[in-house]
T-cell receptor, first 111, second 112 residues
Framework: KAGVTQTPRYLIKTRGQQVTLSCSPI?????VSWYQQTPGQGLQFLFE???????NKGNFPGRFSGRQFSNSRSEMNVSTLELGDSALYLC??????????FGPGTRLTVL | DQQVKQNSPSLSVQEGRISILNCDYT??????FLWYKKYPAEGPTFLIS?????DKNEDGRFTVFLNKSAKHLSLHIVPSQPGDSAVYFC???????????FGKGTRLSVIA
C-alpha cells in the first residue's frame, strides 16, 4: 500500500504571495488532517477533512484554508504569506482508530 | 494552555539500556494515546498506541504504559539502539473524531 504523498517537498516564497500544498492520503482512507510544525512548537493542528467536508479546525487565521476532493486528495492554501509561516507542513491520513499516518511534509520558506 | 506535555526536551541513553520517555496530559476527556517517532526532514512515524481501557500495550521493543489517575503515560524502549535516536512525540485524542493534540517532543539520543 502506498503511503501518504505530499507535493512539493520544498517551496520558497516571498511575503505576500500565496501557496498551495497538496496531499494524497493512503488508498481507502477518507480523512486527512494538516499540521504545521515549527521549531520548539511541536505539531499544531490546522484542519481535518472527511468526505470533502471540514470536520475540525484549529486556531489559525483565515489565511489558512483547505479543501478535499472526491478522491480524498486534499490541498491547503496559505494566502498573504508572512515570515512566520515558514514551517514544515504535514499531512496525515487517518486509519480506522484515529491513528494518523504522516507524509514527508512540505518545507515552506518565506523570505 | 498545553494539554499534552513532554517535560524533557532531550534524553541521552546508552545503547542496550532502557529509554523511558514521559508524557503528561491535562484533559480528562482524552481516551486514546499515541507515540510517534520523527527523523529530521521526514514526517512522524506512528509507533504504538493505547486506549484508556488498558494500562499497557507492548509491541516488540516498545511498551506504552498509561496511568489514568495520574494522567501520565510513558514509552519504554528496550533495548535502545542507535537507530532509535529521533524526536518522539506523544499525542492524545478524545472520543468522537477529535483532533490529535501533540506534545512538543523529546529528542532521544542513543549513544553507542
Amino acid at each position: 500500500k502506498a503511503g501518504v504523498t505530499q507535493t512539493p517537498r520544498y517551496l520558497i516564497k516571498t511575503r505576500g504571495q500565496q501557496v498551495t500544498l497538496s496531499c494524497s492520503p493512503i488508498s481507502g482512507h477518507r480523512s486527512v488532517s494538516w499540521y504545521q510544525q515549527t521549531p520548539g512548537q511541536g505539531l499544531q493542528f490546522l484542519f481535518e477533512y472527511f468526505s470533502e467536508t471540514q470536520r475540525n479546525k484549529g486556531n489559525f487565521p483565515g489565511r489558512f484554508s483547505g479543501r478535499q476532493f472526491s478522491n480524498s486528495r486534499s490541498e491547503m492554501n496559505v494566502s498573504t504569506l508572512e515570515l512566520g509561516d515558514s514551517a514544515l507542513y504535514l499531512c496525515a491520513s487517518h486509519g480506522l482508530h484515529n491513528e494518523q499516518f504522516f507524509g514527508p511534509g512540505t518545507r515552506l520558506t518565506v523570505l | 494552555d498545553q494539554q499534552v506535555k513532554q517535560n524533557s526536551p532531550s534524553l541521552s541513553v546508552q545503547e542496550g539500556r532502557i529509554s523511558i520517555l514521559n508524557c503528561d496530559y491535562t484533559n480528562s476527556m482524552f481516551d486514546y494515546f499515541l507515540w510517534y517517532k520523527k527523523y529530521p526532514a521526514e514526517g512522524p512515524t506512528f509507533l504504538i498506541s493505547i486506549s484508556s481501557i488498558k494500562d499497557k500495550n507492548e509491541d516488540g521493543r516498545f511498551t506504552v504504559f498509561l496511568n489514568k489517575s495520574a494522567k501520565h503515560l510513558s514509552l519504554h524502549i528496550v533495548p535502545s539502539q542507535p537507530g532509535d535516536s529521533a524526536v518522539y512525540f506523544c499525542a492524545a485524542s478524545a472520543l468522537g473524531n477529535t483532533p490529535l493534540v501533540f506534545g512538543k517532543g523529546t529528542r532521544l539520543s542513543v549513544i553507542a
